[in-house]
């Protein structure tokens, strides 16, 4: 390391020991002066956490006795010791082999005694040497050592490398304040390689084991290269400390200004008689709290998180959060409301007008009405008597929970009774939501937390009673988060809703005021007790007759509109909608149905915009394939697939309605196998052991040869295969595909049925009747077979639709296989017939 002389000149109680020649002329350092270094015995002094390098000088201070003992037996005889570094610091004696192998023959020029018994050496290193062996251990170390000369070839490398150090140590030097700028020009005027390589080692800041590590390497072209990586790194080192270090200061002196801004920016309000910046937020705040109109508990929770503003700092974090707390809660609507129209002429006038049919709804809504117009007025009049119950509150609100396959005017009713009612509109989709926290909120505790969605939409419609419409309830998720649905339940409960509670308001909100409204497919996957907290209204398939009515009222001028069309420009014939219904969509609702239409409308613009038809355009029937392509379902499909014994068609109730399955029943040579395909759930595959059961029980009264099981494996499949199926109502259709395949009777193709059957042949009720009897008239059958329990349901089915088709009630199979079965032909009589040939010729082969 660099030293300054003068800080070697001794003090006033320090005591001189000996002086060099050298040292008494002052920096006359001149290499011939030196001594030659006695190679055969030379004391060894170890160090500890420092490396001595040739042709540097270096202070050492020693307080060891053998330390101190080795200056006093060889000063000032022998000047010459091996200094060389210890392999570990923290040991104070070491031994030999705790020793390196290599170290520096340095030169004592100076020592002084201290007072407080340690001595200080100023040493000179001479030449690399290497320890051979060692001669004495004891009161210190002997060595005989040889020295170790460097290699060093005088070349453009080396000339290329030493600048490389030069440069990278002025480098150093500029960003390490603590280093004196004179280093820079010793080392910018150093000729020497190798004194280059140790001015610049014994200058940086290198831990013991790097300094030995370069000592010990022979080539001076090494060193520098090294030391060219290691200055390399220091630099990057200390550029990046300074970088955060001007960041650091450059924000605090940012902060600085911005405080004595603020501070003047105070003064300057004061002297102007305003307010500041804080004071200007709670005075905002306590006037918008006095004008909210929150309950007592809400405004004393407000006042109190207010008054905890006030003492708070403004550059506090806390202050942001509470800030943000009280602007929520002072724009909640606690008494903002739309006044509600309560004309029930305008109300059943708005949803005739944006809905067909769903007569259910609509009544259910102008009784709603009904029931606020005569409370209000009698309560105006003052003829309302008090009969209110002590335990359960008056309910203004209501909930409704829609149910019905996709396409059917769910959603889009939540808008109409809004506009018929007068009042605000706000939706929330409730599929895929997992967290609990979604509905009631994340507490403030959290970072970054805020109320739940319940809170946020209300604030956001500014009013306490809109039409909350919250869609797809069917389809919320649950997981480690929390259940929504549970969740849902104080939200829904009229009981209870009331005094919601979200977690980050921590305050009761009343809900009662709102029209709750969700919509759902399916029942199924609704919790129990959240269906009890909503009155259920169903939703049913369109019949054809009521989609031709939509599309004619409301879903062609829409599609006009939306493909900028003008309403006499195109024109649709009643033949070509019945056409599209029938021959392009196959569906509860009439979304697809839109869609089709929207694609004639669009290829009608598109000839417009090109000027290829003036005037109007009618689309019959004829035109429809010309515009949508060819037919996507076809009628005659029922009665090519039921020609043949065995294939029954059945009424299936899906998520989007009801539909039509065929169920067809074969037999191969075999014994007493039945196999069932067709993604069949355990309910299916039981009604089907149970069919089969039945008809082998029956098979002497339907001329079945008794022993047909015992000699055939039947097959029953239902299509389609990838669709999963499952339920009992297919009973009846599986026993009566069973029977004709066994009696060789088709199934007359006009028939549909659906009922669940039990082992003595009674006939159960089912349930999705008016969705299953639409899908039969949907695709043309005239006739269904149904359970006479179901009778009463038939009430449901559209009058037209009821008109047009036949209904057999039944109450057993017999009856069943009665009306749905053909009449024998004469081959199937006499090959099923006891007695008759075997019926082996019509089994189908493998």
Same mark, same amino acid.
């Given at each position: 390391?660099?030293?300054?002389?003068?800080?070697?000149?001794?003090?006033?109680e320090?005591?001189?020991?000996?002086?060099?020649?050298?040292?008494?002329?002052?920096?006359?350092?001149?290499p011939?002066?030196?001594?030659?270094?006695?190679?055969?015995?030379?004391?060894?002094?170890?160090?500890?956490?420092?490396?001595?390098?040739?042709? #540097?000088?270096?202070?050492?201070?020693?307080?060891?006795?053998?330390?101190?003992?080795?200056?006093?037996?060889?000063?000032?005889?022998? /000047?010459?010791?091996?200094?060389?570094?210890?392999?570990?610091?923290?040991?104070?004696?070491?031994?030999?082999?705790?020793?390196?192998?290599?170290?520096t023959?340095?030169q004592?020029?100076?020592?002084?005694r201290?007072?407080?018994g340690?001595?200080? @050496?100023?040493?000179?290193?001479?030449?690399?040497?290497?320890?051979?062996?060692? &001669?004495?251990?004891d009161?210190?170390?002997?060595?005989?050592?040889?020295?170790?000369?460097?290699?060093?070839?005088?070349?453009?490398?080396?000339?290329?490398?030493?600048?490389?150090?030069?440069?990278?140590?002025?480098?150093?030097?500029d960003?390490?304040?603590?280093?004196?700028?004179?280093?820079t020009?010793?080392?910018?005027?150093?000729?020497?390689?190798?004194?280059?390589?140790? %001015?610049?080692?014994?200058?940086?800041?290198?831990?013991?084991?790097?300094?030995?590590?370069?000592?010990?390497?022979?080539?001076?072209?090494?060193k520098?290269? /090294?030391?060219?990586?290691?200055?390399?790194?220091?630099?990057?080192?200390?550029?990046?400390?300074?970088?955060?270090?001007?960041?650091?200061?450059?924000? #605090?002196e940012? #902060?600085?200004?911005?405080?004595?801004?603020?501070?003047?920016?105070?003064?300057?309000?004061?002297?102007?008689?305003?307010?500041?910046?804080?004071a200007?937020?709670?005075?905002?705040?306590?006037?918008?709290?006095?004008?909210?109109?929150?309950?007592?508990?809400?405004?004393?929770?407000?006042?109190?998180?207010?008054?905890?503003?006030?003492?708070?700092?403004?550059?506090?974090?806390?202050?942001?959060?509470?800030?943000?707390?009280?602007?929520?809660?002072?724009? @909640?609507?606690?008494q903002?409301?739309?006044?509600?129209?309560?004309?029930?002429?305008?109300?059943?006038?708005?949803?005739?007008?944006?809905?067909y049919? $769903?007569? *259910?709804?609509?009544?259910?809504?102008?009784?709603?009405?009904?029931?606020?117009?005569?409370?209000?007025?009698?309560?105006?009049?003052?003829?309302?008597?008090?009969?209110?119950?002590?335990?359960?509150?008056e309910?203004?609100?209501?909930?409704?929970?829609?149910?019905?396959?996709?396409?059917?005017?769910?959603?889009?009713?939540?808008?109409?009774?809004?506009?018929?009612?007068?009042?605000?509109?706000?939706?929330?989709?409730?599929?895929?939501?997992?967290?609990?926290?979604?509905i009631?909120?994340?507490?403030?505790?959290?970072?970054?937390?805020m109320p739940?969605?319940?809170?946020?939409?209300?604030?956001?419609?500014?009013?306490?009673?809109?039409?909350?419409?919250?869609?797809? &309830?069917?389809?919320?998720?649950?997981?480690?988060?929390?259940?929504?649905?549970?969740?849902? $339940?104080?939200? $829904?409960?009229?009981?209870?809703?009331?005094?919601?509670? =979200?977690?980050? @308001?921590?305050?009761?909100?009343?809900?009662?005021? &709102?029209?709750?409204?969700?919509?759902?497919?399916?029942?199924?996957?609704?919790?129990?007790? %959240?269906? =009890?907290?909503?009155?259920?209204?169903?939703?049913?398939?369109?019949?054809?007759?009521?989609?031709?009515?939509?599309?004619?009222g409301?879903?062609?001028? /829409?599609?006009i509109?939306?493909?900028?069309?003008?309403?006499?420009?195109?024109?649709?014939?009643?033949?070509?909608?019945?056409?599209?219904?029938?021959?392009?969509?196959?569906?509860?609702?009439?979304r697809?149905?839109?869609?089709?239409?929207?694609?004639?409308?669009?290829?009608?613009?598109?000839?417009?915009?090109?000027?290829?038809?003036?005037?109007?355009?009618?689309? =019959?029937?004829?035109?429809?394939?010309?515009?949508?392509? /060819?037919?996507?379902?076809?009628?005659?499909?029922?009665?090519?697939?039921?020609?043949?014994?065995?294939?029954?068609?059945?009424?299936?109730?899906?998520m989007?309605?009801g *539909?039509?399955?065929?169920?067809?029943?074969?037999?191969?040579?075999?014994?007493?196998?039945?196999?069932?395909?067709?993604?069949?759930?355990?309910?299916?595959?039981?009604?089907?052991?149970?069919?089969?059961?039945?008809?082998?029980?029956?098979?002497a009264?339907?001329n079945?040869?008794?022993?047909f099981?015992?000699?055939?494996?039947?097959?029953?499949?239902?299509?389609?295969?990838?669709?999963?199926?499952?339920?009992?109502?297919?009973?009846?259709?599986?026993?009566?595909?069973?029977?004709?395949?066994?009696?060789?009777?088709?199934?007359?193709?006009?028939?549909?049925?659906?009922?669940?059957?039990?082992?003595?042949?009674?006939?159960?009720?089912?349930?999705?009747?008016?969705?299953?009897? %639409?899908?039969a008239?949907?695709?043309? $059958?005239?006739?269904?077979?149904?359970?006479?329990?179901?009778?009463?349901?038939?009430?449901?089915?559209?009058?037209?639709?009821?008109?047009?088709?036949?209904?057999?009630?039944?109450?057993?199979?017999?009856?069943?296989?009665?009306?749905?079965?053909?009449?024998?032909?004469?081959?199937?009589?006499?090959?099923?017939?006891?007695?008759?040939?075997?019926?082996?010729?019509?089994? %189908?082969?493998?």
């Amino acid at each position: 390391m660099d030293f300054d002389m003068e800080e070697w000149e001794d003090g006033d109680e320090d005591q001189v020991l000996y002086e060099s020649e050298e040292y008494i002329e002052r920096y006359n350092f001149e290499p011939e002066k030196t001594e030659a270094i006695p190679a055969d015995d030379l004391p060894v002094l170890p160090l500890r956490g420092v490396v001595v390098y040739p042709m #540097m000088w270096l202070p050492l201070p020693i307080g060891q006795r053998r330390s101190i003992k080795l200056v006093e037996d060889n000063l000032p005889e022998n /000047r010459i010791i091996a200094l060389v570094t210890s392999k570990d610091e923290n040991i104070e004696k070491p031994s030999p082999d705790q020793i390196h192998q290599i170290g520096t023959a340095a030169q004592v020029h100076r020592v002084l005694r201290t007072p407080d018994g340690t001595i200080r @050496l100023l040493v000179q290193g001479l030449e690399r040497i290497r320890i051979i062996e060692y &001669v004495q251990e004891d009161p210190y170390l002997r060595a005989r050592v040889e020295v170790l000369p460097e290699a060093m070839e005088q070349n453009i490398e080396l000339e290329a490398i030493m600048r490389a150090v030069q440069e990278q140590f002025r480098k150093l030097i500029d960003l390490e304040p603590q280093m004196p700028d004179e280093l820079t020009v010793m080392a910018m005027n150093v000729e020497n390689a190798r004194q280059l390589a140790y %001015l610049v080692a014994s200058s940086m800041r290198l831990n013991a084991e790097e300094g030995q590590r370069l000592l010990e390497m022979d080539s001076i072209y090494d060193k520098l290269l /090294r030391l060219t990586q290691l200055l390399h790194k220091e630099v990057e080192v200390l550029e990046l400390g300074r970088k955060i270090q001007s960041e650091a200061q450059g924000e #605090m002196e940012r #902060m600085q200004r911005d405080f004595f801004l603020r501070e003047q920016l105070k003064a300057i309000q004061k002297e102007l008689g305003e307010d500041d910046e804080q004071a200007a937020d709670t005075r905002e705040l306590e006037e918008r709290i006095a004008a909210a109109g929150m309950p007592e508990e809400a405004e004393k929770e407000a006042r109190r998180e207010l008054d905890r503003m006030r003492r708070m700092p403004i550059q506090a974090a806390e202050y942001s959060v509470i800030k943000t707390y009280l602007d929520l809660m002072v724009s @909640l609507p606690w008494q903002q409301a739309t006044e509600d129209n309560l004309d029930i002429a305008h109300a059943r006038q708005v949803l005739d007008e944006d809905h067909y049919g $769903l007569q *259910d709804i609509k009544e259910r809504i102008l009784e709603f009405l009904a029931v606020r117009k005569l409370r209000a007025e009698r309560k105006r009049d003052g003829e309302e008597e008090d009969l209110r119950d002590k335990v359960r509150r008056e309910r203004e609100g209501v909930v409704l929970c829609f149910v019905g396959p996709p396409g059917v005017g769910k959603t889009s009713l939540g808008l109409s009774i809004a506009r018929a009612m007068n009042r605000k509109f706000v939706r929330l989709a409730l599929g895929g939501i997992r967290d609990e926290a979604e509905i009631r909120g994340f507490r403030r505790t959290y970072i970054g937390s805020m109320p739940g969605r319940i809170i946020q939409s209300l604030r956001r419609i500014e009013s306490k009673n809109p039409v909350f419409m919250l869609d797809e &309830v069917d389809k919320l998720g649950r997981d480690f988060r929390g259940d929504p649905s549970s969740a849902l $339940l104080e939200v $829904l409960d009229p009981e209870q809703n009331r005094e919601f509670r =979200d977690h980050y @308001l921590d305050v009761p909100f009343d809900l009662s005021p &709102v029209m709750f409204i969700t919509t759902a497919n399916v029942l199924d996957t609704i919790p129990g007790p %959240l269906q =009890d907290r909503m009155e259920i209204i169903q939703l049913s398939s369109y019949t054809e007759e009521e989609k031709v009515k939509i599309v004619q009222g409301y879903l062609i001028p /829409r599609q006009i509109k939306e493909n900028g069309l003008k309403a006499g420009e195109v024109e649709f014939t009643e033949a070509a909608l019945h056409a599209i219904v029938q021959g392009y969509t196959r569906e509860a609702g009439v979304r697809n149905l839109e869609r089709e239409i929207g694609k004639i409308c669009r290829k009608i613009a598109a000839k417009v915009a090109a000027g290829e038809v003036e005037g109007q355009t009618v689309v =019959d029937a004829a035109d429809v394939p010309l515009y949508l392509g /060819r037919r996507k379902f076809h009628r005659e499909e029922i009665a090519e697939r039921t020609e043949l014994p065995g294939v029954a068609t059945g009424l299936a109730w899906t998520m989007t309605g009801g *539909d039509v399955m065929f169920f067809e029943a074969t037999r191969v040579p075999g014994s007493k196998g039945f196999t069932l395909t067709g993604q069949l759930g355990d309910v299916m595959k039981e009604s089907a052991q149970a069919a089969l059961s039945y008809i082998r029980s029956r098979a002497a009264s339907l001329n079945i040869d008794p022993d047909f099981f015992a000699k055939s494996d039947i097959h029953l499949h239902i299509p389609a295969g990838a669709i999963p199926k499952d339920g009992p109502s297919a009973g009846i259709t599986m026993a009566t595909a069973l029977a004709s395949l066994l009696t060789g009777r088709p199934v007359r193709s006009d028939v549909g049925m659906t009922g669940e059957i039990t082992l003595r042949g009674k006939v159960l009720p089912i349930g999705g009747l008016k969705e299953k009897v %639409l899908a039969a008239a949907r695709v043309g $059958l005239t006739t269904v077979i149904l359970p006479k329990q179901n009778a009463a349901d038939l009430d449901d089915v559209p009058e037209t639709v009821r008109e047009q088709m036949k209904f057999i009630l039944v109450d057993t199979v017999d009856e069943v296989l009665a009306a749905a079965l053909e009449e024998p032909t004469a081959s199937a009589a006499a090959n099923a017939a006891p007695g008759a040939a075997p019926w082996a010729e019509e089994i %189908l082969p493998h």
